[in-house]
């Protein structure tokens, strides 16, 4: 760190210290000076469509009538929300609310109960076939109904934006259930990040860092002291090996473990996976300015943040024998020596309160709220948000979905969706009820976003590329035409007020019905063409493009329009222009089909 | 509004004057995406999740500490009679038995067994190791894409460089899996699918028009423009009749799921869609129990593996001229046996090159020795060949990618350790 940066650091110390000592009312409304671009009903659904997992059925009047400015801001006090619905759906949930303890005891990994018929009598007896298989089904559930669960309060929950966060640092904390037993761990892991999704980023971060799950996954419970460094405790007598007994990592000492009968896989030492990734994905982003040998001295501070593990289980533990207790200069930031777990919370917070953290941060929500390409200027006064609050989390976010930018023309619709938020809006705007089995969950996998299933620990993309190519789009496709023909769990047409409603009436009431509940009223004259008549003008036009994508055209302007302008359109005088009569939309639910297989549906 | 009706080959235009939304830059070069070129070079990639045991791929028969660290699971020398025995390759190592349908491209000199090597990491994580082996780049944990969408990203497309050597096509980059393996993540454009039968848009009757006029409006953005291309994509695939596909005479592939994927990969080699880069995986090599000698668990994965890979060779026939196949698995197996008749995670593996420009006939790799001090760590088959040494040379003599240091970020060795496997 050089002398700029400790300026920088000093600076925002200064800043901080100016500060309001609390902001005073997490749900009150700010109304910004500058002018919105967006008219009243596009603010409307945009604010549903970046706040929420999608707007449900009414909600679009009912923030109408509330106000988009008031709604915002009581998303943003999500503890004054009464969120019944919800919490009742989550018990059919059981594993969610064990500790990894329970879950280990109650549903142990099969490879232990292999282990355990072997050390009975070499054979697995019939009836101890029957138990395993058992076993292997309800391991599963580990997994499966945190997903389930997952997907279960995107659907149902009213605190939308607080589960909409949730998401959001689960993916910017990823970890891959499938490595080792860290599924084991993810119900603790989830309720340790829900409590601090608006609440300040230090908290947030000491939370994950103390996690089992994050320590397993990213090997630090593997770290310990370079062999010869001082720790806090005396070296017992026969020295090396007694230290090594004591950091037996978790995972190999487990009976049944694949490396149970294998000498430890590292030999004592540093490993800097965790405290990179700390540094690099967690906090200060990759370019935010600091060296390997901050890696390393982050490393050594955070030696002996371990996992107690009796059986599987397991909670966090420091372990002061494995602790490198010798000096360590972070960040331009001397650690005495001679100190404990005091090394580690204080790395915490001269990350939690860098300028580049803030700006990293920022410029992240800012993408996830705003637009794959966040305008510099609603990043600067996010990260400044940031600092002067340190890093309160409500703050950051109330200043960029109040902000000119959030409420820009461009901003408006640019988003794609991923694959969880494609399914949980359909499932939101068609009224349907979750899913209590992992059929939903398996859903988003196959569509390339399994929860908790990303192996690296950057977490999925949030930009468009990343989510649409070939195979992509063909999934997205066929999960729209899945969704009216009863293949995904919860969607029934009858439970969807606006088939009710439109049942008996003509095509084009229920075109204008399905845009305006599933498509947020704002569809292109290509799309609205579709749905009534199954062509649209650009093929009649140019017969050649029915087969072939390399043909195509440059709007200089095609914004996508609101209900009320359709007026304007060109009518519907352009069907059936002597090129054989358009066969008729044989049944609602192909209408539906269409809209949510549409290039709109895939954009919030 | 005005509108501008252009052909994508004119795309290169628009961008150069500035027009250039992300999907067009994505294909500027794609002038004719039907145009793919059916005499490309073909790389096969298989991976073996569950660290396959290489001592008893490829035995070392002439080594006698092989017997003595292995009582009870070792493969018996070529010469023992009256049981199932290593099928000796150059007097010192042999296959395993279940392996005889590869014994023939050994014999042609289109198989090249490769030994101890893999990736340096010293991890024993299943997890870490295939991470490292599919990113190229072992003990990084942060690097988003891999190797192999690294080729495919700085090699014939359009950002990378002026002239492309070929025209991108849809199946470029095809993997035989539900999800998009690691290997493949990344910028360049590929496709992952279960089956070929999967790859089709589920509705009925006039319904797909439709679909397909949601997305056939001639716009340029990136989900108009991708779902167009996915249209055509489907459309070809239908075209090549995926489900009246009969493989080569003599072709047996099992009936697996791994004989169905390489089953599949040929239909789409065959079909000329592209290919220039297919992926299959096969689990099921974590053998930590019993996992028996010249028979047993072990055995039967071997006979599927080698039975659907020498199927995909003879169903290719020809085709094998441009075709490299290379098989991998994260890391191998203890020297010495296990207490429960199976071997624990290790560290040097196997691979095994195939193909027509295969210098084959030769097994590759410096032979570290299986004395105890010539473990690693006292207990693994040490590493004498580092997999982007191998993956490197097929990069650049099979498939002519020129930018190594950016498909292989931090590696030094360069061509310095390469094994000359491959006709130059």
Known sequence: MGTNDLARLAGALVLLACAPATTSDPARIVTTAEPREQTADQQVAHALSRLTFGARPGEVQRVRVIGVDQWIASQLAPQRIDDRVATEFLKGFPTIFMTADELATRYPRPQQLQQAARRDGGVMSAADSVAYRRAVQDAQRVATELQSSRVARAVLSERQLEEVMVEFWENHFSVFSGKGQVRYYLPDYDRAIRPHALGKFRDLLGAVATSPAMLFYLDNVQSGVEPGRPTLVAQPANGRGARRANRRPPGQGMPGSPAANAPPARRPGLNENYARELLELHTLGVDGGYTQGDVINVARALTGWSIDNPRGGGSFSFRPAIHDAGPKTVLGVALPEGRGIEDGEQVLTILARHPATARFISTKLARRFVSDTPPASLVDRAAATFTRTDGDIREVVRTIVTSPEFFSQAAFRSKVKTPFELVTSALRALNAVPDPTPRTARVIAQLGQPIFGKETPNGYPDVADAWLNTGAILNRINFGTMAVSGQVPGIMMERWPTAQIVKDSSREAQVDAVIASLLGGGVSTDTRQVLLTGRNPFLDANPRAATDSSMMVVDDDDPPQMMSDRARRPGRDRMGNGRGAPRPLDSFAQIVGLALGSPEFQRR | ?424
């Open chain 2, 1 to 424: 509004m005005k509108r501008r009706v252009f052909m994508r080959s004119g795309a290169l235009a628009l961008v150069t004057m500035g027009l250039s939304p992300r999907f067009l830059r994505r294909t500027a070069f794609a002038a004719d995406l039907r145009a793919a070129t059916a005499k490309g070079k073909i790389f096969i990639c298989i991976f073996q999740r569950g660290a396959a045991d290489a001592l008893n791929i490829v035995v070392p028969h002439g080594e006698k500490s092989y017997y003595s660290l292995r009582p009870g699971i070792a493969i018996p020398r070529p010469t023992a009679s009256g049981q199932a025995a290593a099928i000796d390759l150059d007097g010192f190592f042999g296959l395993h038995p279940s392996l005889a349908p590869l014994k023939p491209l050994w014999d042609r000199g289109m198989l090249a067994p490769i030994h101890a090597v893999g990736s340096p990491s010293s991890t024993r994580s299943h997890f870490d190791a295939q991470d490292y082996m599919e990113s190229g780049t072992p003990d990084v944990k942060s690097t988003a894409d891999g190797w192999l969408n690294r080729y495919l990203a700085t090699h014939g497309t359009c950002e990378a460089c002026a002239t492309p050597t070929r025209q991108p096509s849809h199946f470029r980059a095809v993997a035989l899996t539900s999800q998009t393996p690691r290997i493949l993540e990344g910028p360049a454009p590929t496709v992952a699918m279960n089956s070929l039968a999967e790859f089709t848009v589920r509705a009925t009757g006039n319904q797909v028009e439709r679909l397909a006029a949601l997305y056939r409006t001639g716009r340029a953005d990136i989900i108009h423009g991708t779902g167009s291309e996915m249209f055509d994509a489907v459309k070809m695939l239908k075209a090549a009749n995926p489900a009246r596909y009969a493989p080569s005479a003599g072709a047996n592939y099992p009936r697996s799921r791994f004989g169905q994927q390489l089953m599949q990969i040929a239909q789409l080699i065959k079909a000329n869609l592209g290919v220039e880069v297919a992926f299959a995986d096969v689990g099921g090599w974590d053998t930590h129990q019993n996992q028996g000698g010249a028979n047993g668990v072990l055995a039967n994965r071997l006979n599927d593996f080698a039975s659907s890979i020498a199927a995909l060779t003879t169903d290719l026939g020809d085709r094998m001229e441009d075709v490299v196949i290379l098989t991998m698995s994260e890391f191998g197996r203890t020297a010495r046996q296990n207490g429960s008749g199976g071997t624990d995670h290790g560290h040097g593996g196997a691979m095994f090159a195939i193909g027509g420009s295969v210098k084959g006939g030769k097994v590759y790799g410096k032979w570290p020795g299986l004395e105890r001090e010539q473990l690693y760590e006292g207990r693994d088959l040490a590493l004498t060949t580092d997999m982007r040494a191998v993956f490197a040379e097929i990069a650049s003599r099979h498939l002519g990618a020129a930018k190594l240091d950016t498909i292989f970020p931090g590696y030094q060795g360069a061509s310095l350790e390469w094994l000359s496997m491959l006709k130059v």
